[in-house]
């Protein structure tokens, strides 16, 4: 089973689950944990999750900065096999990641990279397909 956990400094990550909550349904295997807000400790959150995970269990973290403290409390899990962490996650990123089969490759996992890379667009910079007053 594919579980994963997002985590932020503050409220983000807990945001996020909930935006994902307006999209799909059947988050049940996701965790949100906002580091350092309503007293939340995110070491001990963390090993929380990690009692609950079982030795064939897939898991991918996502924290918000690459280097910032909640970002070096997942690191030492990357030990694990079948255990993924992504720095610097983004909306459709996650999307991308909760629509994933349960049997994607590697490359498949690794790729979400390139989802989160290209979903950044300076909308200044795009062009629009002109519509006229028949497609309106």
């Given at each position: 089973m594919?579980?994963?956990?997002i985590m932020?400094?503050?409220g983000l990550a807990k945001?996020?689950?909930?935006?994902?909550g307006i999209f799909m349904?059947?988050?049940?295997?996701?965790?949100?944990?906002?580091?350092?807000i309503?007293?939340?400790?995110?070491?001990k959150?963390?090993e929380?999750?990690?009692?609950k995970?079982?030795?064939e269990?897939?898991?991918i973290l996502c924290?918000?900065?690459m280097?910032?403290?909640?970002?070096q409390?997942a690191?030492?899990?990357?030990?694990?096999?079948?255990?993924?962490l992504?720095?610097g996650?983004?909306?459709?990123?996650l999307?991308?990641?909760?629509?994933?089969?349960?049997?994607?490759?590697?490359e498949e996992i690794?790729?979400?990279?390139n989802v989160?890379k290209?979903?950044?667009v300076?909308?200044?910079?795009?062009?629009f397909?002109d519509?006229g007053?028949?497609?309106e």
């Open positions: 594919r579980k994963i956990v932020s400094h503050g945001g996020a689950l909930s935006t994902l349904s059947g988050l049940e295997n996701v965790t949100a944990i906002s580091a350092y309503d007293d939340c400790d995110p070491k959150e963390l929380k999750f990690w009692a995970v079982k030795e269990d897939q898991v924290t918000d900065i280097g910032g403290s909640v970002n409390l690191v030492p899990y990357l030990s694990r096999p079948n255990t993924y992504f720095a996650f983004n909306f459709p990123m999307l991308q990641l909760l629509c994933l089969d349960e049997n994607a490759t590697e690794k790729g979400l990279v989160g290209e979903a950044v300076c909308m200044n910079d795009y062009q397909e519509f007053e028949e497609d």
